[in-house]
């Protein structure tokens, strides 16, 4: 636990939770920081297989950018180090930019998922939502636009007009409407959302983690290149995998008709 985040490992389930409810949990610098180190420590944990990042309580998975404690911060340091940490290395969260982190990762979204929030749940490989969930980039309404992988990632999640409409406007949209267009995976009712977002990862820890790391960076590599380049990534992955001891657990408990015990080796 940390002063906004609670970090609780269930098996090889990696549970992140944003704990500023008051402040319908958008992050200030001193939380992104603490959120860039919780990333970092479960890239670099073995036994953290899979991660699920939520928000306290019922109203907001995040609300974004501490607007306040953001615009200071940039008023008062106008040095090269700061704009360069903030605007092209760490990003927002963390894994919004300059971290490639080749687990699965999860959002379990509870409520608001507001500009910077939104670009975090993007960020994550899949999305659960509650049908409170409401999302938006509203941006454009404060004089920017998105700057942390929203008009990067979100067209390769909903399309182009899709996105188009949600960054030009600065509307909020609903769950169901999010979860029309492909941004959600799943609408799961808000007493339900956590524990069946938790079930899902547990069950994607069961999983060869190797093919599931090495098939994510194939994915992520392809995009935007070439058939012929995303056929060689796969093939070179592929032929990596083959040399893992996982592969012959795999093999070996499919023939002896038994669960698989992988190690990630």
Same mark, same amino acid.
């Given at each position: 636990?940390? /002063? ?5 490992? =269930? *098996? ?6 944003? %704990? ?12 992104? %920081? ?6 970092? %420590? ?12 939520? *928000? ?7 609300? /974004? ?25 760490? *990003?927002?969260? /963390?894994?919004? #930019? ?12 509870? *409520? ?30 404060? /004089? ?26 600065? %509307? ?13 995976? #799943? ?48 093939? =070179? ?20 008709? =038994? ?7």
């Amino acid at each position: 636990m940390t /002063g906004n985040f609670r970090v609780e490992d =269930r *098996g090889h389930v990696r549970l992140i939770t944003i %704990d500023r409810a008051a402040m319908m949990n958008s992050l200030d610098l001193p939380a992104n %920081d603490e959120l860039v180190a919780i990333w970092r %420590d479960f890239d670099a944990t073995d036994e953290a297989r899979v991660a699920v990042i939520t *928000g306290a309580g019922d109203q907001a998975f995040c609300a /974004g950018a501490d607007l306040k404690t953001y615009t200071m911060a940039y008023a008062t340091n106008s040095g090269p180090d700061f704009r360069r940490r903030y605007s092209n290395k760490e *990003g927002f969260g /963390g894994i919004t #930019r300059g971290m490639e982190i080749n687990k699965p990762i999860i959002a379990a979204v509870n *409520g608001y998922a507001m500009s910077g929030g939104l670009e975090l749940a993007l960020a994550c490989d899949i999305r659960f939502a509650s049908p409170n969930a409401t999302f938006a980039l509203q941006d454009v309404r404060w /004089g920017f636009h998105a700057c942390d992988g929203a008009l990067i990632r979100l067209p390769w999640i909903v399309g182009l007009g899709h996105t188009m409409e949600i960054f030009m406007s600065g %509307d909020r949209f609903d769950a169901e409407h999010g979860y029309r267009i492909g941004l959600y995976n #799943r609408i799961v009712p808000q007493a339900r959302l956590l524990e069946e977002t938790m079930d899902y990862a547990a069950k994607l820890a069961s999983r060869a983690p190797l093919p599931q790391q090495l098939g994510k960076e194939v994915v992520l590599r392809s995009l935007g290149r070439t058939v012929e380049d995303g056929l060689r990534f796969e093939s =070179r992955s592929f032929h990596d995998l083959a040399f893992t001891e996982d592969l012959k657990e795999g093999t070996d408990s499919f023939r002896e008709k =038994r669960e698989a015990r992988f190690k990630g080796k």
